[in-house]
């Protein structure tokens, strides 16, 4: 049985960051395109995680790239227009 990750995200004037809260994670995979991102991993108990979000806007996904913690993995998704603000992550306006 696959869940959703806890997700946070910070919308910045060149960036959006997602932060996928999971601890000590594994086979990790993250697929960034210009209009959807893609994350899928598990964790030390064998969970595993799989969030699919379509993006609010189009983003750069050349010039994004993740980064792993031990606690989380952050997602810098470079926006394709920049200083343009995000009211939301999703193009759906759902939570």
Known sequence: ?????KT???DRPRYVYLEFCVEDSS???????????????????????????NLYARVNSKDSQDKRSDRSITCFVRKWKEKEAWPR???ENIK
């Open 1 to 5: 049985p696959r869940q959703p990750a």
């Open 27 to 53: 086979d990790v995979k993250v697929v960034i395109e210009d209009q959807r991102l893609v994350f899928s991993c598990k964790n030390a108990d064998g969970v595993q995680f799989y969030n699919e979000i």
């Open 89 to 91: 992550i999703t193009k």
């Open 8 to 10: 946070l995200w910070y």
